[in-house]
């Protein structure tokens, strides 16, 4: 059972944070490799406005973290590992001199303080660092953790339809349905030995209204995109 943090700050991620953060992705993600302290410097080192994480204002304890890069999405497909966005997770391809794309590459709240808003601030921060830096849109792949749950009876686009349209409810996309973002495609082989969604992602995105064009939200699958 989660329970409420105490006073809660976001900021920008610092090395004293690394501990951290690397025993929170252990107890998140219990099947896969924590974030190592080298990737975690690497984050800091090419790009440290876009790492984020969420503490306990009086112990420092480190709750939720959110890992960010900009990338030139031509570069790149909806059918693009995790892995290749994010090179290896060390995200040595971050590209702010010709990207307008801000790539998610991970937010993770502790198992014990979900439910109470920490994911919805690291969001939020991360939102407002693409309207600071005026990049168009935020986007990355919903790893489908219940999609496990229903893979016998139908496949993942079908499941993501169903959870867009509110009939069935994912710990992850619902979530981020609910944070403004839009589904664009359902991937397969986005995220490697993951028992949970067994590799398979829908690809999201938020759209920076400020600089936004018509032509920008084009091309939208009604089927996904739900009413976001």
């Known amino acids: 059972m989660s329970t409420a943090p105490a ?3 976001v900021r920008n991620t610092q090395p004293q944070d690394f501990n951290g953060i690397i025993a929170m992705s252990r107890a998140v993600y219990t099947a896969s490799m924590p974030w190592s302290a080298t990737q975690l410097s690497s984050h800091l080192q090419v790009f440290p406005e876009g790492q984020l994480v969420a503490v306990e204002r009086a112990s420092g304890r480190v709750v939720g973290m959110a ?4 990338v030139l999405w031509n570069d790149y497909d909806m059918h693009t590992s995790w892995r290749d966005f994010t090179d290896h997770g060390m995200f040595t391809n971050h590209d702010p001199a010709n990207g ?9 709240v502790h198992p014990k303080v979900q439910g109470h808003g920490v994911g919805k601030r690291l969001y939020q921060a991360r939102r407002e660092l693409v309207e600071r830096l ?3 849109r935020i986007r990355a792949g919903a790893r489908l953790r219940g999609y496990h749950r229903y893979a016998d009876r139908m496949g993942p686009e079908e499941y993501v339809v169903k959870v867009v349209q509110g009939e069935l409810g994912d710990p992850t996309l619902s979530f981020q349905l609910k ?3 839009c589904v664009l495609a359902v991937v397969e082989g986005y995220l490697r030995h993951d028992p949970e969604s067994l590799g398979h992602a829908a690809v999201i995105e938020w759209i920076n209204a400020a600089v936004a064009r018509p032509e920008d939200y084009a091309g939208r699958d009604v089927r996904l995109a739900g009413g976001t």
């Open 7 to 9: 006073e809660i700050i």
């Open 67 to 70: 890992a960010s890069l900009i």
């Open 100 to 108: 307008r794309t801000l790539y998610g590459a991970e937010v993770m």
């Open 134 to 136: 005026g990049l168009l």
């Open 179 to 181: 944070q403004g973002f």
